[in-house]
Structure formats: C-alpha cells, structure tokens
C-alpha cells in the first residue's frame, strides 16, 4: 500500500559530522591509554617501553576531542551551565566529569612517567632543561625511594586511569544508545560497540604514531620494537575480532526487532551499504583481519601500517554511520533525512585535526621519550607532523 | 489530582486549512523554516481505492518526556500541570533533546540558537485564554484543557470516543489524543521509506 506525503514539514539532521569526530577522538585516546597501561598497571614488561608515547597521545586526542562538542554548541559561550547544572538521567552530563577526571588523573599517571627523566635532562642545558625545571615543581629527588614512589604511584593513577578510560568511551555509547526513539541506537550492545572499535582504531593510530616517534626520536625502529608492533598487531587482530562479532550481533538482532528495527537494518544493507559493509566491515575490520591472521604479515611493517589505517578508516566510517545514519530515518513524515556536512563543520575538524598533530609533535620532540632499551641522540631532527 | 493539561485533536472535523499552523507561527514568533505545530498531509492507496488524511502534530507534553530526561543541564523542565518548557537562558544547545525526542517535535531556533517547542502557548493560559491552535481552529477539532478535570470537555470527549496518540510504545507517554486518526499518518512508514516503496 502506497502512501504519499503531500505536505512534508522538513527537519533537519542536527548531530552531524562533528558529534560523529568527538566519538572518535574520545575512542581514539581510551584505546591508546588501555594499550599503555599493559605495562604499568597490568605488568606486561616489554608494554612499557611504549607507556609514554600513548600516554601524551591519550591525553592531547582527549584534550582537543571536546572541542568538536563546543564548537557544535548553539550557545557555547554557555558551556559552564554543564557543570553547574546537573541532570543525573542524562548521560551527557555523566560525561562531562569523566571528560575531566579522565585528563586529569592521566597528567599525573604521565608526569610520575616522565619525572626522573625530567630531571636527568636538567643537566644538559638549554630550553628543554627549563621546560622541564618548571614540569618537575622542583621535585627533583632521585634517591632509590623517590624512584620507588614514581613507580607506585604510576601504578596507582594506571588503575584508576583505567577505569576512566572505560567510562569515558563507554559512557558515549550511553548517549546514543539511550535515545529509545531510535531503534538504530536503542541497543544495550552499543557501549561495549563503541568500547571494542575504539580498542580497534586505538591500536591503529598508536601502531603509526610509536613508528613515528620511534624513528625521529631514535633514527631508527629496534628490533625491540618491531617485535612489539607485531605483537600489538596480533591484539588488533583479536580486537577487531570481538568488535567484528559484535557488529554481527547487533545487525543480527536489529533485522530481528520491531519494524523500525528491521527498517533500520534493511536501511544499513542497502540504501548504506556501500559505507556500512563495504567501507566500516570489509575494508575497516575484514581486510585487516585476514592480514593480520598470518604471523608473517604481522612481522611485515607496511602490512602492519596498512591494516592501522585501514582500521582507522573503519571506526571512523563507523562512527559516522552511527551518529549520522541513525538520524537519516524519519521520525514523523515520509522522507529519509538528507545529510550535507557544512564547510563550517569540516572546516573545525581538519583544524583541530592539524592542531591535535601539532601539538603531538612539540610534545614529542620536547618531552624525554627515552625508554628501557632506547636512550635519545644528542641532536634531534625536526620532526614532521604525526598524522591523524 | 491536580491539573493535567493535554490537546485532543478531532481529525473527523478537521479540513486540513493548515490555519493552527500559520496561527502558531504569527503568535509565537517562529522563524522560516522551522516549525512548533506542523499538520501533515498524505493520501493512502491506489486509484479508485484512496483516502486521504491529515495528522496535527506539535509537542506531546509527555508525562515521561524523553528530551527532559537527556537534557544535560535541567534546561527542560515539566510544571505541575505538565507543560513541558525549556529555559531559554539555560539551554546550551546540545541538541540531545531533539535527537532524543520520538515526535520531531523540537528545532533549534535559528534566532535565538536554543532548543524551542510548542509551550501550549502558555503567555496565552496564565491570562486564560486558549493556546492560540486551539484559538484559531476553524471547526473546533482542536480541544484543549484538564484532563484531570471530569466536567472540562476535554475530558469528556476523551471518556466518550476511541482515542489514539502517536506511537504508544515509548515510554514517553504523549498527551496529545487524537480521535480517527490515521495509523499510517501516526508513525512514518518505515519499511516504505527504506525500500522505496517494494515492501
């Protein structure tokens, strides 16, 4: 039975591209801290080589991932009425604590990382010697039981990092998941969703950036950490199992469920398919899957590197699927909503894309990335920008 | 029981002048684009065997409203009588209610850039006059009152006729009743929209 709209009241899609990069940023840095923590909190020894690298890159992809939320704010100059007024059954305003917190407790998680190679470069002199005077607070004690104490309390702000890392990813499938007039969202399944493909696109990114910072830091990749990345590739490999598994249950269930259920799967098969199978399932998690099954391709680095971006790609086609596809179908009236990014919208995102890197980068080159194995030159070359 | 308000809109007598619509618009300031009370229009069925239907639609003012619950800083709240109202000073413009709302009943005001709704028109019921739909509704199909009240007219339309509201199955609640309403007018035609019309 045929039914037609002759007057069609328009609305709009008001959660676009820049909610969809938030998920992802947020994602992006829960994946990389759980990936660090392995070896300080989990005692994972050869994890710790990498701690500081993802440690600073969960931090800063945290600390620019709000700024999407701000800038998409119709009145952002309000965004202090957030923590003054609190809604405890929305989850928005859960996460504006974690969004905190999270930051916070891994400052002091990477300051306890960074400090008694913060104060080894002292001696050496010029500007860095004074960045770090200042980042030390004069907390310059090296005896045995200062270094004892480093230790302990990275192990302390590791645990309740991890934790947050969690609840700051999780809680955004909250968001989305809560909302019970869209069946596309409306699913239990979607914090854990969101937690695996942000294991997934974290391993991804951290895979690239290490590789990067590895090689302006220390001219060239150890072999220590060549057998690292293979390893992180075989996580990845399981990651994206589960997430993989994951997404089959949830289309699953949604072709099972009501009409709006079924709409909403039959609308991610055909009328998406090109961007829900074929970009965030085949290309983003089946493609690197099968790579990543062989213990060669694992050892192979352009192999690794491909499957990282690959990944990311994936999550990031996922996430956009998500926010912006689930608001696509109709609430009232007969039309599928239309999304047209805005120059406005891409414009904030590839600044702070640019910003996020910019900021990796004098981060990376200025703090000391020396590690168990790897001591930095003397001379550091400038270092291009770490890609997002 | 204290007072309910609620709208119960009779589409046996309403002829689809879209003059709610255009009141709504001229009493509440609305801007181009976006509306607080919209009426859509659609025609069922094949020739010769056609209808055709009208559905009024504006904010439900649920008793269990889905935008109050997910508002992250209480700009939307519900007074004793069930209004729902947001606080134009306070919203910050997340757009969480209007993702979150089941009705499409909310808009970002282009002008004020904040969350806005149908408020029942409620400058025009603290003087007692009707909201201003109702007001202007050329054939009464539009009744407007306490719900909780047994003798307001409201009340009895809705004791004496089968009644229906949109989508019953969320949790919302929604108050606004209709009397023959249009079960494909009520909720978008999901499987249609999405296969183009082969299911």
Redesign the interface.
Known sequence: ????????????I??GLLIALYFFYTGLSAGSFILTSLGTVFGIEKYKKVSKVGVIMAIILLAFAPLH?LF?????G??L??F????P?????WG?YLLILYPVVLMFYAWYLFRQDMVNGLDKGGMKASIYKFLLFGKKDMSEAAKANDKKKQKIFGTFGVPLALLVHGYTGF?LG?????AFWHTPLMPIIFLMSAMVSGTGLFIIVLMLVEKFKFGKLGDDIKALISDMANLMKWFILVDGTLMVIYFIVLWYS???G???G??LL??EGWSFLGLENILGLLVPFLLMLSKKARKNIPLVVLSSILTIIGVLAMRINLVIGG?K????????IEYVASGRDITIILGIAVAAAVVLTILYSVLPMNRPGAEEKKSIPVSKGVEQ | MGKRYAMVIDLRKCVGCHACQVACKSENNVPLGVFRNWVEELETGKFPNVSRHRLPRLCNHCENPSCLNVCPVKATYQLEDGTVLVDYDRCIGCKYCIAACPYDARFINPERNTAEKCTYCHERLEVGLQPACVNTCISGARVFGDINDPNSEIAKIIATNAVTVSKPETNNRPQTYYIKADEKALRPNLLEIVTGGEK
């Open positions: 039975m045929s039914t037609v709209h002759f007057f069609n009241t328009p609305h709009q008001y959660w939320l998409d704010l119709a009145q952002p309000r965004f009425n957030l003054t007024s609190v809604n059954t929305s989850a928005m305003s504006i968001i809560n909302v019970q007039a869209r009501g009409e709006s079924y709409a909403a039959y609308f055909h009328n608001q179908l109709p609430l009232t009236g007969s039309k599928i």
